[in-house]
């Protein structure tokens, strides 16, 4: 079938065009566009990030139910209530926001650590958020931090940030969408020490560099860092072979997740 300018095909490429023009004439995202881009062009070394992954990678299930087999039950409740609830808010929107992180997971961690602060990189449509948000609910205490940058191909993208959070939720949230150099020079002289810290935001090696010595100094000593998408490139393997100790790897549809500190 032609796809000629008057498409679908051909007005959706027009509008994403339109949306990347404006929002990059806002001051305070050009710079964030531009960074992203920028590693996007760069080389990955995808294939041996995830070979590496597949050879280390375990059963989340298996290291779930090792640890508290009742909080993973209870995750996967959890997911298995939530899930139907944020598909139907995503069907209404129409837009491709990504894929969350892995939900079920930050929820058992979030539950069997009982973190008073977890500080979190990458929001997109909430779904991490929301799974450690419910856990702080249950737990009783705790707060979480976001950093996110929206997405620019999308109009007025400030609005589908944490789309699929319960309302009832936010009051233990603090959302900043500026990017994460800008987010976390905010964020981290207010947050007090981290418990949990989960990075899904910029996945370029650089950008998990530039967050992780950001953060460092403000971490606990029993923090738990979970990292998503280290199969993107060896930046997951290079720190953990560097900084020595015990990490795990968890498979979740094709991709891989890291986790340290327990």
Request: charged content about 20%; hydrophobic content about 40%.
């Given at each position: ?202 996945k370029s090696y650089d950008g998990r560099t530039f967050a992780m010595d950001a953060v460092a100094s403000h971490l606990t000593p029993e923090c738990v860092i979970v990292c998503d998408d280290i199969d993107d490139n060896t930046w997951f393997r290079d720190w953990v072979l560097k900084r020595g100790g015990a ?16």
């Open positions: 079938m032609a796809r000629g300018p008057g498409s679908l095909a051909g007005v959706a490429r027009r509008s994403t065009f339109v949306n990347l023009a404006r929002n990059a004439l806002r001051p305070s995202y050009l710079p964030v566009m531009l960074r992203k881009i920028k590693a996007r062009l760069r080389p990955p070394n995808r294939d041996e990030a995830l070979a590496w992954a597949f050879e280390h990678a375990e059963s989340v299930e298996s290291f779930g139910e090792s640890l508290a087999p009742e909080l993973w039950a209870e995750a996967n409740h959890w997911a298995d209530e939530f899930e139907p609830q944020a598909q139907s808010i995503l069907s209404t929107i129409g837009v491709p926001l990504g894929g969350g992180g892995h939900h079920r997971l930050l929820y058992f961690l979030t539950r069997l650590t009982s973190p008073a602060t977890v500080l979190e990189t990458g929001v997109a449509a909430g779904w991490s958020s929301a799974a450690v948000l419910s856990a702080l609910s249950t737990n009783g205490s705790g707060s979480l931090w976001s950093s996110d940058f929206p997405y620019f191909r999308l109009e007025n993208p400030e609005r589908y940030v944490g789309c699929v959070v319960p309302e009832e939720l936010r009051d233990a949230w603090n959302l900043y969408i500026k990017g994460d150099r800008s987010n976390l020079a905010e964020i981290l002289p207010k947050c007090g020490a981290i418990s949990l810290f989960h990075y899904d935001s910029d990490y795990r790897v968890f498979e979740r549809g094709g991709k891989y997740v890291g986790l340290v500190g327990l």
